[in-house]
């Protein structure tokens, strides 16, 4: 019980994807401009994560050592493809906003990682736990990043196409500059500083 749960947890802060191990930085920085986007590619990436980490986990002995990379690789990009397609269907103004970076799942190194590192050495159930809690880690780091970069650039948080979000003070007030590239650095350098102090 405690070694699921210490799996679990670990994603979460001692081992966040985006604040400890500084994976994903290319999705992190380009889709944080508000909280949903965050949150969107946060979730359609822990999606991933928990269905590849667990057919990897069965299929781990029967995957030869010489190709174990193009077929992690397979095994992912049909997760995406599915990610992909049911966003298109279902979620079609967020697919539009997060654009290239959906298919670019596949090659994140968060995926790829926790298959080469965790779900080819592990069972199925630690696998799910892993990618689920990996995948909660980036899902809330992502939608923490997206929500100051929001509040500081406009003063709304969670507006979408159709929904102009929650104001909190007058758009006039923010600050441009968190909403465009420089202020994805800023608030992530002292986003990370936060959580590294919380981790010691």
């Known amino acids: 019980m405690s070694k699921a749960l210490n799996t679990f947890t670990n994603g979460l802060l001692r081992e966040n994807p985006t604040f400890a191990l500084v994976l994903g930085m290319c999705p992190t920085l380009a889709t944080t401009t508000s909280a949903v986007n965050g949150m969107s590619m946060g979730l359609a990436t822990m999606f991933v994560l928990v269905c590849s980490n667990v057919v990897i986990s069965l299929l781990r002995n029967l995957i030869p050592d010489k190709v174990h990379i193009p077929a992690y690789i397979v095994v992912i990009a049909s997760f995406v493809t599915m990610v992909q397609l049911l966003m298109q269907a279902y979620v079609p103004a967020v697919y539009e906003t997060l654009g290239l970076f959906i298919p670019l799942i596949v090659v994140n190194c968060i995926v790829l990682g ?5 779900a080819a050495k592990n069972g199925v159930g630690l696998s799910a736990l892993d990618g689920l809690g990996m995948g909660l880690g980036f899902t ?15 003063g709304r948080v969670f507006s979408t196409g159709s929904f102009e979000g929650f104001t909190i003070y007058p758009e006039s007030y923010g600050m441009l500059i968190f909403v465009l590239a420089p202020g994805a650095f800023i608030a992530l350098a002292y986003l990370m500083a936060a959580v590294n102090k919380l981790r010691k």
């Not at 926790?114 to 965790?118: C, I, K, L, Q």
């Not at 809330?140 to 406009?154: A, D, P, Q």
């Open 140 to 154: 809330l780091s992502l939608t923490v990043l997206g929500f100051v970069r929001e509040l500081l650039g406009s």
């Open 114 to 118: 926790r298959a080469e590192s965790f």
